[in-house]
């Protein structure tokens, strides 16, 4: 059925959903999880500042990068002890771009997303993120409630 499925994740509870339900639907596919998440840059005086308020010991544990690290690590954990194979993806930039690249680069055969942002009043409207994959998605996309 499937070979390759790409996840988003940000850590939230919500993303946590779709990795669960990614993780499951990649167990009866046989398939490989590929997980992703994005981070924005941080702009180097910021960093700085920041790193000179930690003990030097862990300095290089400060910023955008390491704590989308720790986002994946748990997030494939989860589907590792499963019994599935699954990688990581950190990308800077913008998260469905970071999606849809993986997808692209993997040549994916689905891409699974949360449906947050699709409640109340706006319930007729995609969060931005499952808006932009499911319309420029170079393959199959499911999009999961989650919410």
């Known amino acids: 059925m499937f070979k390759r499925i790409v996840v988003g994740t940000d850590g939230s509870e919500t993303a946590g959903e779709a990795v669960r339900q990614a993780t499951e639907l990649a167990k009866l596919s046989n398939a490989k999880l590929d997980i992703v998440s994005a981070y ?8 700085q500042e920041e790193q000179r308020q930690v ?14 690290n720790l986002t994946l690590d748990a997030a494939a954990g ?10 990581t993806h950190a990308r800077e ?5 970071a999606i849809l690249d993986v997808a692209e680069e993997i040549k ?6 949360g449906n947050k942002g699709m409640t109340g009043a706006r319930r007729f409207l ?18 999961v409630q989650t919410t």
């Open 108 to 113: 994916a055969d689905l891409i699974i997303v």
């Open 93 to 97: 930039g913008d998260p469905a771009d």
């Open 126 to 143: 995609l969060g931005s993120v499952p808006n932009k994959v499911s319309h420029h998605a170079p393959c199959s996309v499911m999009i």
């Open 78 to 87: 989860t589907a590792r002890n499963s019994g599935l194979e699954a990688e």
């Open 40 to 47: 924005e840059p941080i702009p180097r005086t910021r960093l």
């Open 55 to 68: 003990p030097g010991d862990v300095q290089y544990e400060i910023g955008p990068r390491e704590d989308v």
